[in-house]
T-cell receptor, first 112, second 116 residues
Framework: KNQVEQSPQSLIILEGKNCTLQ??????????LRWYKQDTGRGPVSLTI?????NTKSNGRYTATLDADTKQSSLHITASQLSDSASYIC???????????FGPGTRLSVLP | DGGITQSPKYLFRKEGQNVTLSCEQN?????MYWYRQDPGQGLRLIYY???????QKGDIAEGYSVSREKKESFPLTVTSAQKNPTAFYLC???????????????FGEGSRLTVL
């Protein structure tokens, strides 16, 4: 069964600290993996997208890694800001980039 | 600017009423999707359409209906048959993945439906 799991379910950190979110998947065949940020009550916004051949990609303070052999990805946030408080969703897609499978998300709270 | 527009953002419905959520995109995307989001759960697919005048059921289609008469529009009707319709509904679209298109999924801002 195609599944995407994320950990931790929720995380609280202090402003300025770094954190890492995890994503494990069993989706096969694999096309690409995306990380989205979703603010409360808003639609998700894409942070990064990685294909099979990519193992790291950065977008400002966000760095995603992908290990296609172990089917694991991580999202590292550097020097967190209050605006980073949101849910982070891992999405894996199969054939031709379609067949999207969503993880349940990690709820991140950044405190001053 | 290109994007996806959902309306209304908030909607209240009495039990037994049908309601229709609007989704319009100007990204020239072929594929459009409707998802339901409940607290603590991943997005669940209700319906999707990969071409005009064609759509397919997703994982939780019961109690919902859609139409795709135009490429830009994919409205969702929540019928009275939906047992627990209170949720956050997200519309999305994507282009075909190819050399110049990652097939990225773009989302609207969502519509929150509350049944009174």
């Amino acid at each position: 069964k195609n599944q995407v799991e994320q950990s931790p379910q929720s995380l609280i950190i202090l402003e300025g600290k770094n954190c890492t979110l995890q994503c494990n998947y069993t989706v096969s065949p694999f096309s690409n993996l995306r990380w989205y940020k979703q603010d409360t009550g808003r639609g998700p916004v894409s942070l990064t997208i990685m294909t099979f051949s990519e193992n790291t990609k950065s977008n400002g303070r966000y760095t995603a890694t992908l290990d296609a052999d172990t089917k694991q990805s991580s999202l590292h946030i550097t020097a967190s800001q209050l605006s980073d408080s949101a849910s982070y969703i891992c999405v894996v897609s199969g054939y031709y980039g379609q067949n999207f499978v969503f993880g349940p998300g990690t709820r991140l709270s950044v405190l001053p | 600017d290109g994007g996806i527009t959902q309306s209304p953002k908030y909607l209240f419905r009495k039990e037994g009423q049908n309601v229709t959520l609007s989704c319009e995109q100007n990204l020239n995307h072929d594929a459009m999707y409707w998802y339901r989001q409940d607290p603590g759960q991943g997005l669940r697919l209700i319906y999707y359409s990969q071409i005009v005048n064609d759509f397919q059921k997703g994982d939780i289609a019961e109690g919902y209906s859609v139409s795709r008469e135009k490429k830009e529009s994919f409205p969702l009707t929540v019928t009275s048959a939906q047992k627990n319709p209170t949720a956050f509904y997200l519309c999305a679209s994507s282009g075909r993945q190819g050399a110049e298109n990652t097939g990225e999924l773009f989302f609207g801002e969502g519509s929150r439906l509350t049944v009174l």
